[in-house]
């Protein structure tokens, strides 16, 4: 489990690196994670968009999931400009 704010230690292909991951909960089945430079917008569990602050972009998958989560994506990102990029991709970021 992870809490909000907690420090997360992570062994990564062999080195040991420390990581600071928030969780905000930013409406009903809506959960955005904060981390490395990313927040990684989650419907329900699934991650289905991502914004990359360093590149100021947003990116949303281009995979079809409910209603429910083409509602989330669009309230989160609002009007901004999305790159549609294959699920994996979305997913490659909480990795």
Avoid: C
Avoid at 63 to 71: C, D, E, N
């Amino acid at each position: 489990m992870i809490l909000r704010g907690q420090t997360i230690i992570i062994l990564h292909h062999g080195n040991w690196s420390k990581t600071m991951i928030r969780l905000k909960q930013i409406g009903s089945n809506m959960t955005v994670l904060n981390k490395s430079g990313y927040d990684i917008l989650f419907s329900y569990e699934t991650p289905v968009a991502v914004y990359d602050h360093q590149r100021g972009e947003y990116l949303r998958t281009e995979q079809k999931f409910s209603q429910t989560t083409s509602r989330h994506i669009n309230k989160w990102i609002g009007t901004a400009l999305t790159i549609s990029v294959p699920q994996s991709i979305i997913e490659s970021y909480v990795r």
